[in-house]
């Protein structure tokens, strides 16, 4: 975790504290089914819940000594609780094996952290909407290879982006669900030592799902589906930022990032207005992107059951929610304040000389009875001489111009395929589509 792309509310889930609290309420809990079970005395586990609630300050420090002598966490951790709780301690982890606290508390944090992040989504595509709506209608060139293709409007750029992230968030919902599972099943997975039934009571106290085998580890395929669903939510990041960045390259200047009074951009050139957030969000979406491989690599394990995966995780887990969360909340800022010039964005549209129309030429011609090989021969010769004019000569000049073109078309024919609000005409209908309104 770099503090500089982390938040508050979601670094604070990783925190020892909060995993040693996670950790005491599973092996409560299983204490107190144990007890209704008859395993142990219902004393113990008073004694636990009375300890607890005293609101006991976590001693990181002094859990962590236990640990430098004993090698192993959870004991470190279970030793602690019992010089702290007294003789009743004895009965805590009966049956259990680390791996059901270890797993079952990732199972608690990567809820929590799904939930953050469902969050994060739902405040983007806000903001996603309401620039939607905004510029629904202001007239854009849309681009094929970076080239000048037909006109659109940016409120369907931005339509785009919010049916993208509409459907990432379902795939982090359906990521939550299945990483959402708890496994109390003891050594290798068998409950030999300890009754299904506990299983069932922590996992409903802690809001999972019962996981239907574990082996003693719940199976990574869960956390491998998981990380690669925040990579494709990276990627979806990314996809906008790289938009924005190229939106504001000083050639086309259609948008920009906001700009803040006594921002500075080069420590040379006092004239730059960088696209730094955008610029950034592209690096956090790599570094997300690539905690879904080891992630993959988590999901084989040697009988099913090794800790191979627990370095990987105790990386990946905290650093991949953070960083996403991060990176969230920055393009929600970006596309909130994102400065929009539709005069620039006209000007950029007719530049060429009107070549964004020759699709509705050709397709007249074709109409016409021309043949489509010679209607594309038409038009293209015609095209062409504006492409190489760098758009000084016009496209519909040249078109009247043509012989086998006028003999065709009209002149009024030609001129009314010029029209630019022809291509706005389905715009309600992809609004409703994305949006449920027009």
């Not at 040379?268 to 993959?296: I, Q, S, W």
């Amino acid at each position: 975790m770099i503090p500089r792309y982390a938040r508050p509310e979601m670094t604070a889930i990783w925190e020892p504290e909060s995993r040693f609290r996670i950790w005491f309420e599973i092996e409560a809990h299983a204490t107190e089914a144990l007890a209704d079970l008859g395993v142990v005395p219902k004393s113990a586990a008073k004694a636990l819940w009375d300890w607890w609630a005293t609101n006991p300050a976590i001693d990181v420090a002094a859990i962590d000594a236990i640990e430098a002598v004993t090698k192993h966490d959870v004991i470190a951790f279970l030793t602690w609780v019992a010089e702290n709780v007294g003789d009743e301690a004895r009965f805590m982890h009966q049956g259990m094996t680390s791996s059901d606290v270890l797993d079952t508390c990732l199972a608690v944090q990567l809820a929590r952290a799904s939930d953050i992040l469902i969050a994060d989504i739902d405040a983007l595509l806000a903001v996603i909407k309401r620039r939607a709506f905004e510029h629904k209608l202001t007239p854009t060139i849309g681009r094929s290879h970076g080239i000048h293709a037909e006109p659109v409007t940016f409120g369907l750029k931005m339509a785009e982006a919010y049916a993208e992230f509409t459907r990432c968030r379902a795939r982090l919902v359906a990521a939550r669900e299945e990483v959402a599972t708890c496994a109390i099943s003891g050594a290798v997975g068998t409950f030999a030592n300890i009754d299904p039934k506990v299983e069932e009571h922590v996992a409903a106290k802690l809001g999972l799902a019962v996981e239907p085998v574990s082996t003693q580890v719940i199976p990574r395929d869960r956390h491998a589906m998981f990380f690669a669903v925040l990579g494709v939510v990276a990627s979806s990041i990314e996809r906008l930022s790289i938009e924005v960045r190229h939106l504001q390259r000083t050639e086309v200047l259609e948008a920009e990032e906001y700009f803040s009074p006594g921002q500075k951009g080069s420590s040379a050139m006092p004239h730059k207005r960088n696209p730094v957030l955008t610029e950034n969000l592209t690096g956090l979406a790599r570094m997300v992107r690539a905690y879904a491989l080891p992630a993959m690599e988590n999901v084989a394990l040697w009988h099913e059951r090794d800790i191979s995966h627990s370095s990987v995780e105790r990386y990946i887990a905290p650093d991949a929610t953070i960083t996403l969360d991060f990176a969230l909340g920055r393009l929600t800022g970006v596309i909130d304040k994102l400065l929009v010039y539709p005069e620039r964005m006209m000007k950029n549209l007719d530049k060429m000389g009107g070549l964004v129309h020759s699709q509705r030429v050709l397709l007249a011609l074709t109409q016409a009875g021309v043949s489509r090989e010679d209607s594309y021969r038409y038009v293209q010769r015609n095209a062409m001489k504006v492409w190489e004019s760098d758009g000084a000569l016009s496209l519909l000049e040249l078109l009247k111009a043509d012989a086998d073109v006028a003999a065709a078309l009209s002149a009024q024919e030609i001129e009314d395929k010029f029209n630019l609000d022809y291509h706005f005409k389905q715009v309600d209908t992809i609004f409703t589509r994305v949006f449920g309104q027009a």
